[in-house]
């Protein structure tokens, strides 16, 4: 298919357009987010699994409508922008990247925490720049790899589930719901653990890169989703069963502890492989998402215009795949994984209230969701934003108001002008 200057080349069918939906969301998450959720709610952790997928299959529904009407480079950025006006279009791409940004950070020094944890930070810098130049020279490249890094992580997880179900050691009296369940817990837990869900959005962000995209996206969300939350719930009743939430709660590689509680102490090396392999999957689709979304908002300005370029030969957005990851190399190189996981949460859920009000829009020939998909939608990814730890929405709220400032006083400057 032939491409104008400047436009992406559609590579991606149903088949790729989920594996890379599956490699954003099995990824590290499912290795490091049932810890400081089964914190926030101890024996509710199952109950919060389930209303952050209920979110998800919500801001799903409403992405997978969008896309197929706005199959461009972009995702929310875009809808928000037709349906709601530039300046939402905006703050959606603003909290997108920078909520991204952190979690690219927060996979590559999961990576060099699992690696080489006394050399956490330079494996991590050097994960970025390896996986930013696989997607530098293609998509399909990167899809291909992506193909690989989804089998490894399922491989590893269908092992640790087998161990702790299978070896007697289970107790699923483990999984009933305590008095220590509150409601603001869950709803903590549910939004830390959405951490792990929203790998979606990838399929979304790469309308531009996809064959028949009308078609393609809402077929490839809703699967991608639906196997994510198969494998979480496996994963959660299984870490559950010989762990309990307690001792979950405190664990530092829960899925690892599993293991070894489990009477599988051999699993434990394998386990820690395929968490550094999911963390290499979840970046180097990050690294797409993010790049493709500083794409859409340099074609319109709002980030600087060089960053629109597109590669004659590999038909990427290779600029902004450098600059976005030059910034992540750099914050891999100083920052922390766990502070990042709420931060990126409170932004990512921004994000998803914007497209869930966005789909409210639509019409029914424009393939408009059943109307209670997003209300239900807006109002959970608020919820679940404002009930993350304070200093996460406290530092959310802070950057989001930085863009809103950012964009308020770029509008004077080009009214003047």
């Known amino acids: 298919?032939?491409?104008?200057?400047?436009?992406?080349?559609?590579?991606?069918?149903?088949?790729?357009?989920?594996?890379?939906?599956?490699?954003?969301?099995?990824?590290?998450?499912?290795?490091?987010?049932?810890?400081?959720?089964?914190?926030?709610?101890?024996?509710?952790?199952?109950?919060?699994?389930?209303?952050?997928?209920?979110?998800?299959?919500?801001?799903?529904?409403?992405s997978a409508r969008l896309?197929?009407?706005?199959?461009?480079?972009?995702?929310?950025?875009?809808?928000?922008?037709?349906?709601?006006?530039?300046?939402?279009?905006?703050?959606?791409?603003?909290?997108?990247?920078?909520?991204?940004?952190?979690?690219?950070?927060?996979?590559?020094?999961?990576?060099?925490?699992?690696?080489?944890p006394a050399q956490a930070h330079a494996v991590?810098?050097?994960?970025?720049?390896?996986?930013?130049?696989v997607d530098y020279v293609g998509v399909q490249k990167a899809a291909r790899l992506t193909r690989a890094i989804?089998?490894?992580?399922?491989?590893?997880?269908?092992?640790?589930?087998?161990?702790?179900?299978?070896?007697?050691?289970?107790?699923?009296?483990?999984?009933?719901?305590?008095?220590?369940?509150?409601?603001?817990?869950?709803l903590q837990a549910a939004g830390l653990l959405f951490f792990a869900f929203a790998g979606y959005a990838r399929i979304a962000t790469l309308g531009e890169e996809v064959r028949d995209p009308r078609r393609t996206i809402p077929r490839a969300i809703p699967l991608a989703l639906g196997i994510t939350m198969v494998v979480y719930t496996a994963v959660a009743l299984a870490?559950?069963?010989?762990l309990g939430p307690e001792r979950l709660a405190h664990s530092g590689a829960p899925l690892a502890d599993a293991a070894r509680a489990?009477?599988?102490?051999?699993?434990?090396?394998?386990?820690?492989?395929?968490?550094?392999?999911?963390?290499?999957g979840s970046l180097l689709a990050l690294i797409l998402g993010v790049s493709r979304t500083t794409l859409a908002m340099a074609r319109d300005r709002h980030l600087p215009r060089a960053l629109a370029a597109v590669h004659p030969r590999f038909g990427v957005p290779h600029r902004a795949e450098l600059a976005v990851g030059a910034v992540v190399a750099v914050v891999a190189a100083v920052g922390d994984v766990r502070g990042a996981i709420?931060?990126?949460?409170?932004?990512?859920?921004?994000?998803?209230?914007?497209?869930?009000?966005?789909?409210?829009?639509?019409?029914?020939?424009?393939?408009?969701?059943?109307?209670?998909?997003?209300?239900?939608?807006?109002?959970?990814?608020?919820?679940l934003a404002f009930a993350l730890p304070a200093d996460s929405v406290l530092r959310g709220a802070t950057v989001l108001a930085l863009?809103?400032?950012?964009?308020g006083v770029r509008q004077g400057l080009a009214r003047r002008a």
């Open 67 to 116: 896309a197929a009407r706005y199959p461009q480079s972009g995702g929310t950025y875009v809808y928000g922008r037709e349906r709601l006006g530039a300046f939402w279009g905006y703050l959606a791409g603003w909290a997108f990247v920078v909520g991204k940004t952190a979690s690219c950070a927060a996979m590559a020094l999961t990576v060099g925490s699992y690696v080489w």
């Open 239 to 242: 870490a559950l069963a010989v």
């Open 150 to 186: 989804v089998a490894v992580v399922l491989a590893v997880l269908a092992a640790v589930v087998t161990a702790c179900l299978a070896g007697g050691r289970a107790d699923t009296g483990r999984w009933a719901v305590g008095t220590d369940a509150g409601f603001h817990g869950v």
């Open 403 to 407: 863009g809103a400032a950012a964009y």
């Open 124 to 133: 991590a810098v050097a994960a970025v720049v390896a996986l930013t130049a």
């Open 262 to 280: 489990a009477g599988a102490p051999g699993l434990v090396p394998v386990v820690r492989a395929g968490a550094a392999v999911a963390a290499l």
């Open 342 to 383: 709420g931060f990126s949460s409170f932004g990512v859920l921004a994000y998803y209230a914007v497209a869930n009000a966005s789909a409210w829009t639509l019409t029914p020939a424009e393939g408009r969701p059943p109307r209670l998909v997003p209300i239900v939608g807006t109002a959970g990814c608020l919820a």
């Open 1 to 62: 298919m032939s491409t104008s200057p400047g436009e992406l080349r559609r590579h991606l069918g149903v088949f790729d357009a989920v594996v890379i939906g599956l490699g954003s969301m099995v990824g590290a998450g499912v290795f490091a987010a049932m810890a400081p959720a089964a914190a926030a709610t101890g024996s509710g952790l199952l109950v919060g699994l389930a209303l952050a997928g209920v979110v998800a299959y919500c801001n799903a529904t409403s």
